[in-house]
């Protein structure tokens, strides 16, 4: 009788803790962030075939997860020039055309509030290829720069509409272009209209411990909105905790893709671990798969989706930011 017992207590708590933990695997994270770290994606630099094809593949992973185009678009590709022919950056065709940039952006329509906009973000574009290294290694391979924070996106996009619950719509973003100055989002942030935008959640380098260790993440700009203490209220029950970012000096929060947003008054934030002065893989070909912590970036993954909860549903609204 006392096993029974025990037995059945076990298996309410696994319950409770299937509704509130997003089920969102440690091998799933490890299988996208394999493929889109891999050395045959070649560093996902703009205007190469390894870019291409992890636009390809995040455009299989968006389809799969159900997403649907915006509003007046085709497909889930935000395809643009980049601003300003007196750019630098701006490469021309020996035919005297632009080359074009493209975001990724699929979408789960709100149930209640259509016209209100929870944003998940992250940059899926990286460095390239350099001269090799004393190994021969000449791909800088971007696993936790940003493929980390494009896993999360892929599984949090996958999680949300499988439960189906959000009132508010929800707006996944692969963006382009981050490592050069952050043109996919500013090109994206000029085509929402950001009084309707009510959060964006950008994730950037996910997949190592951050100073507090695991079970933590922090947020760049916490005290400009109270974003981070609606999600620390929805985490009150779990181990996870979110911090104010400990970098200040880094100016991080304008330096990621939510800087466009919150420049219109969005609360838009970047949650990271990346402990930016020790990092050391950062911009290195050392950045593979094999340096991250995928379980500890697992339960980052299912933190953010347990989190978020109350700001989808229409329950919490963070309030304007006013730089």
Request: aromatic letters at 8%; one cysteine or more.
């Amino acid at each position: 009788m006392r096993f029974s017992l025990l037995s059945g207590l076990l298996f309410v708590a696994s319950c409770v803790r299937a509704q509130t933990t997003p089920p969102i695997s440690e091998s799933d994270v490890f299988r996208i962030e394999k493929i889109l770290s891999s050395d045959d994606m070649k560093g996902r630099q703009i205007f190469t075939t390894g870019i291409e094809k992890a636009a390809d593949f995040i455009t299989k992973e968006f389809r799969e997860a159900g997403l649907k185009p915006l509003p007046g678009q085709k497909d889930y590709r935000q395809t643009f020039e980049m601003a300003g022919t007196e750019s630098p950056d701006v490469v021309i065709t020996p035919d005297g055309k632009t080359k074009m940039l493209t975001n990724l952006v699929g979408m789960i329509p709100g149930i209640s509030k259509p016209d209100e906009y929870v944003i998940f973000s992250a940059h899926y574009d990286h460095l390239g290829t350099g001269k090799p290294d004393a190994k021969g290694d000449s791909i800088f391979n971007g696993a936790n720069d940003d493929a980390s924070g494009i896993t999360a996106v892929i599984l949090l996009a996958k999680y949300f509409n499988q439960i189906h619950n959000n009132q508010r719509t929800l707006i996944f973003v692969a963006f382009t272009a981050e490592e050069i100055g952050d043109f996919g989002s500013a090109y994206f942030s000029k085509k929402l209209d950001p009084e309707k935008v009510v959060a964006m959640l950008n994730i950037e380098m996910i997949g190592t411990k951050s100073k507090w260790g695991e079970n933590s993440a922090y947020i760049t700009g916490y005290e400009k909105t109270d974003l981070g203490s609606i999600l620390e209220k929805n985490l009150k029950k779990t181990q996870f905790r979110f911090y104010p970012d400990p970098y200040p000096e880094e100016q991080l929060f304008l330096r990621s893709d939510n800087a466009s947003l919150a420049e219109m008054g969005v609360p838009a934030h970047t949650i990271s671990t990346s402990k930016m002065d020790s990092e050391k893989y950062y911009h290195t070909r050392g950045d593979t798969i094999e340096t991250l912590d995928l379980e500890n970036m697992t339960e980052i993954i299912r933190a953010i989706g347990l989190s978020a909860g109350s700001i989808i549903a229409g329950t919490d609204t963070p309030r304007r930011l006013g730089l």
